[in-house]
C-alpha cells in the first residue's frame, strides 16, 4: 500500500529530526547545569578558571 508507506516514511522523518533537536537541547541543558553547579561551588572544580570556560557567560561568584 503506498499511502501507509508514504505515512510511514514522513513518521520516520519527524522522529529522527525530533531526536535530533532533543539531543541537541540535551546537550546546552548539561552544559549550563555544569556552569550553575560551577558557579554555585558545588563542584569541586568550581574555579574561578573553569567558571571562566563554562558555558554560563557571567560567573557572579568569581565578578
Known amino acids: 500500500m503506498p499511502v501507509l508507506d508514504r505515512y510511514q516514511e514522513r513518521i520516520t522523518g519527524i522522529a529522527q529530526i525530533s531526536g535530533i533537536m532533543i539531543a541537541g537541547i540535551e546537550k546546552r541543558?548539561?552544559?549550563?547545569?555544569?556552569?550553575?553547579a560551577q558557579m554555585s561551588g558545588k563542584n569541586e572544580r568550581g574555579t574561578a578558571e573553569s567558571c571562566r570556560a563554562s558555558a554560563v557567560p557571567y560567573c557572579l561568584q568569581f565578578k
Open 29 to 36: 541543558l548539561r552544559k549550563i547545569i555544569a556552569g550553575i
